[in-house]
């Protein structure tokens, strides 16, 4: 993430991962009942339980794209989204950056709701995060917040939308490989994997991709203040999910940023997905050593994730 002049967001890639067929389809599901505060999902969200996976996946240590640790964690998620019925998908992509051509993976996650191929099934509705972190040579940067907090909330998402396969039918999760530059932010240094995420989506008919998404980027500091940025998110997403915190009773936790920030929503946004940043502009400890497990609290990330079921199961879903 960085705040920035936008900039084309174009490069030169290279698949090894199958191509979509655009001309798909899977059966569509049937309308959701009307919501209900009494059995409200978003009441049941863990905070523990994600601080716990956010500490486990800090374990890691450093995480670039690339290295060795990327892919203990990418199998470590893998096995607790299996563990949780959800299906995984990598997407494999090859692309050039400063520091050379890199392999990138995004990992993919629908529900196994029972489908002969839920990557047929519409998903009306994205959750996103990157689960890469940034690359030093002055410092071990192990990216608590930045990094490891969404991919934990993505987590307890999946284990809570499990209990209602008709909600998570129409979810898919998504871990981003590669949203960190290698140097600096550039047309071919940084968002490699919502890139090309977004560019295989557009191969599809307008009515097969997701047509809202959530991406979520450190949402677990301590003292969370979530401020939803000016791009790539339009005024009805951003007003929805104002009024989501302020049902959840966590509205003195959100707010709007007038900066336009560079992160993974805007390829996301750029592809057509309407989309909302959950995103903590004001953390001290942004890509330094002290972004560690200790600057993380189980009731930020309980917020972030009560906040984004409600704004799901409430208004993006029905």
């Known amino acids: 993430m960085v705040v920035a002049t936008l900039m084309a967001l ?7 991962s199958p191509e979509p067929a655009a001309s798909a389809s899977g059966p569509v599901p049937p309308p959701l009942p009307a919501y209900a505060e009494t059995t409200a999902l978003y ?61 990138f993976v995004n990992l993919r996650a629908r529900f196994n709701g029972g489908d002969s191929d839920p990557w047929q099934r519409p998903t009306p509705l994205l959750i996103a995060s990157h689960y890469d972190t ?44 590669g949203e960190e530059a290698t140097i600096n932010y550039t047309p071919l240094d940084g968002l490699h994997g919502s890139r090309y995420y977004a560019r295989e989506w557009r191969q599809w008919p307008r009515d097969r991709r997701p047509q809202r998404g959530i991406l979520l980027d450190m949402v677990g500091e301590n003292n969370l203040r979530i401020e939803i940025p000016a ?45 909302v940043n959950f995103i903590d502009l004001n953390y001290p400890v942004w890509h330094t050593a002290k972004d560690t497990a200790d600057q993380l609290s189980a009731a930020s990330l309980q917020i972030a994730g009560q906040v984004t079921v409600l704004l799901a199961e409430k208004y993006l879903l029905r």
């Open 43 to 103: 009441k049941k969200f863990d905070g523990a339980k994600a601080l716990d996976w956010a500490r486990q996946i800090t374990n890691y240590g450093p995480r670039p794209a690339g290295s060795e640790n990327l892919e203990k964690t990418r199998l470590f998620l893998e096995t607790e989204l299996r563990t949780l019925g959800w299906v995984t998908q990598r997407q494999s992509f090859e692309d050039t950056t400063p520091r050379g051509r890199l392999t």
């Open 231 to 275: 791009n790539q998110s339009s005024s009805t997403m951003r007003q929805l999910a104002l009024r989501a915190a302020t049902e959840a009773g966590h509205s003195a936790h959100f707010g709007l940023s007038s900066q336009e920030i560079l992160d993974d929503h805007v390829p996301l946004g750029m592809a057509g997905i309407e989309m």
């Open 134 to 177: 940034k690359f030093y040579k002055e410092f071990v940067f192990v990216g608590a917040n930045d990094g490891a907090s969404g991919n934990a909330a993505q987590l307890e998402l999946a284990r809570l939308l499990a209990t209602d396969p008709a909600v998570a039918r129409r979810i898919e999760l998504v871990f981003f490989d």
């Open 10 to 16: 174009t490069s030169c890639q290279k698949s090894t």
